[in-house]
């Protein structure tokens, strides 16, 4: 399967500060990537660079597709716009009831964005990712403000679109659970200047992951151990 995503002696400075280095990372198509490491380890700006948000101090960026669906942290909507509304802003010509029954949004299509739960938000918000049908989604700690059992939901959903679409996935997140729920591979980033010091695969089924099964808590011993040498 071929690369969407090719970056070659990628390195990123904020005035005088140094936050990228050295970075070379290919991404496949239908890959489920997930970048996690310490606080200020550039995982963010890394996204922003893919996405086009950001250039590049030094080094080369290859995307090989314009289609990209962005998941922010924070949902974003359109507050005066219903829940159907914000969705056809970004796609007018979108066919929504699909989606909306996929992530259990039928019943919010007329809902204005304070009507909803934090759990409804997001799933707006990925809503939002979707109806473009992306070849790659990119998701910046989306599940962060959420309570466990709307996390665990909303993963699920995620990874259902997955099988549907096969689009390329990446996840920024703090928190090592969702990324061995979410990723078939882990890159784990340095410190600032965030470095990529181990690229991990996660063989396993992507659909209906559980924290318990003993293969994802070894894979999570392995990523704590250089995680531990990482700050």
Not at 118 to 147: C, H, W, Y
Not at 155 to 171: A, G, H, P, S
Request: hydrophobic share 40%; aromatic share 4%.
């Amino acid at each position: 399967m071929g690369n969407l995503i090719v970056i070659t002696n990628l390195a990123k400075s904020f005035d005088d500060k140094k936050v990228l280095d050295n970075i070379n990372l290919s991404i496949c198509k239908s890959e489920r990537a997930a970048l996690i490491g310490p606080s200020g380890s550039g995982k963010t700006t890394l996204l922003r660079i893919i996405s086009g948000l950001e250039t590049p101090s030094q080094g080369t960026v290859q995307i090989h597709t314009r289609n990209i669906g962005y998941v922010f942290q924070e949902p974003r909507l359109i507050p005066w716009r219903t829940v159907e509304q914000n969705l056809l802003f970004v796609n007018p010509d979108a066919e929504l009831e699909d989606i909306l029954a996929k992530l259990r949004l039928k019943d919010f299509k007329n809902h204005y964005p304070h009507q909803l739960s934090g759990g409804m938000k997001q799933r707006v918000n990925l809503a939002r990712a979707l109806i473009t049908n992306p070849d790659l989604l990119i998701l910046d700690e989306p599940f962060s403000s959420l309570d466990l059992p709307i996390k665990l939901e909303i993963i699920n959903d995620v990874l259902l679109q997955w099988q549907e679409r096969k689009f390329t996935m990446i996840l920024v997140t703090h928190d090592l659970k969702e990324a061995l729920l979410l990723a078939d591979r882990i890159i784990i980033l340095s410190s600032s200047p965030g470095r990529i010091i181990k690229d991990l695969t996660v063989d396993l089924n992507p659909v209906n992951r559980k924290i318990s099964d003993p293969a994802l808590l070894s894979i999570e011993s392995d990523i704590l151990h250089v995680l531990s040498s990482a700050y």
